[in-house]
């Protein structure tokens, strides 16, 4: 999709000096790195000019531990309603056909757009779910090439986890952890004060969204996400923010 010197990816200025190390090397290695202030380009962490490329070998390898992840969790959620092996209180169906009129078009997301992707979403996506993985495919392997970055809340990463140690397979939940904290593909965030007011306001707005569903809607609209990709029937229906349902109809 492009090569490793034309990647750039944006970070605002607190994320940036919190996360500054980090961008340094990656810089080094080849990305672009441009740091905003209310969503404006202010500034670029660029590699030297003499500086060779990263190698693709490894890249290459990095793209396809990812995409090896479609279906890894099929024994740890049933695939028609994925959900935890255990049993939980009430839980949401996540896979089932919902009517849109106004779909959101994948073919409107550009090069360096965040694309956020619920709990409902990734765990459609590691179970196979009804043929979500392949339909989820292209959006991972592009956030797998550097075209996109992905966005994944915390909410969302505890729901992934939830499966594979629920079935009492730790190494799968370490290998998940590991891939979904790659600074490189992923910009995971936890709620903290800006994010839990905005997702009271998103449920007194949208009352059927519950509280983990609001969470998961405000994280993708602070992070600056283009879109939220969902299996959640409430949040593949909201008028607050682009959506793209993963839900087959």
Same mark, same amino acid.
């Given at each position: 999709?492009?090569?490793d010197? /034309?990647i =750039?990816?944006?970070?605002?200025?607190?994320a940036?000096r919190?996360?500054?190390?980090?961008?340094v090397?990656?810089?080094?290695?080849?990305?672009?790195?441009?740091?905003?202030r209310?969503?404006?380009?202010l500034? #670029?962490l660029?590699?030297? @000019? /003499?500086?060779?490329?990263a190698d693709?070998?490894r890249?290459?390898?990095?793209?396809?531990?990812?995409?090896?992840?479609?279906?890894s969790?099929r024994?740890c959620?049933?695939?028609?309603?994925?959900r935890p092996a255990?049993? #939980?209180p009430?839980?949401?169906?996540?896979v *089932?056909?919902?009517?849109?009129?106004? @779909?959101f078009?994948?073919?409107l997301?550009s090069q360096?757009?965040?694309?956020?992707?619920?709990? =409902?979403? $990734?765990v459609?996506?590691?179970?196979?779910?009804?043929?979500?993985?392949n339909?989820?495919?292209?959006?991972m392997e592009?956030?797998?090439?550097?075209y996109? $970055?992905?966005?994944v809340?915390?909410? =969302?990463?505890?729901?992934v986890?939830?499966?594979?140690?629920?079935?009492? /397979?730790?190494?799968?939940? *370490?290998?998940?952890?590991?891939?979904f904290?790659?600074?490189?593909?992923?910009?995971?965030?936890?709620?903290?004060?800006?994010? =839990?007011a @905005?997702?009271v306001?998103?449920?007194? *707005?949208?009352p *059927?969204?519950?509280d983990?569903?609001?969470l998961e809607l #405000?994280?993708a609209?602070?992070?600056? #996400?283009?879109?939220?990709?969902?299996?959640?029937?409430?949040?593949?229906q909201?008028?607050?923010?682009?959506?793209?349902? @993963?839900?087959?109809?």
């Amino acid at each position: 999709m492009t090569s490793d010197l /034309d990647i =750039s990816k944006r970070f605002g200025v607190e994320a940036a000096r919190r996360r500054f190390p980090e961008l340094v090397s990656r810089a080094a290695e080849g990305e672009r790195i441009v740091i905003c202030r209310h969503h404006q380009p202010l500034a #670029a962490l660029v590699p030297l @000019a /003499d500086r060779a490329p990263a190698d693709p070998t490894r890249r290459q390898q990095q793209i396809q531990a990812l995409m090896n992840l479609q279906g890894s969790g099929r024994q740890c959620w049933n695939r028609e309603s994925p959900r935890p092996a255990r049993p #939980a209180p009430a839980p949401p169906a996540y896979v *089932q056909p919902v009517q849109r009129q106004h @779909a959101f078009q994948p073919r409107l997301l550009s090069q360096g757009n965040r694309v956020a992707l619920d709990g =409902s979403a $990734l765990v459609a996506f590691l179970c196979d779910a009804k043929g979500t993985g392949n339909y989820l495919g292209p959006l991972m392997e592009g956030i797998a090439q550097g075209y996109w $970055l992905g966005v994944v809340s915390t909410v =969302s990463l505890m729901r992934v986890l939830e499966g594979p140690l629920a079935c009492g /397979d730790e190494a799968l939940a *370490q290998r998940y952890a590991n891939a979904f904290a790659d600074g490189r593909h992923w910009q995971l965030i936890a709620p903290d004060a800006a994010i =839990s007011a @905005a997702a009271v306001r998103l449920r007194r *707005q949208e009352p *059927q969204l519950d509280d983990t569903s609001a969470l998961e809607l #405000a994280t993708a609209i602070q992070a600056g #996400a283009t879109v939220l990709v969902t299996d959640h029937p409430a949040l593949a229906q909201t008028g607050q923010h682009p959506v793209l349902s @993963a839900l087959r109809i």
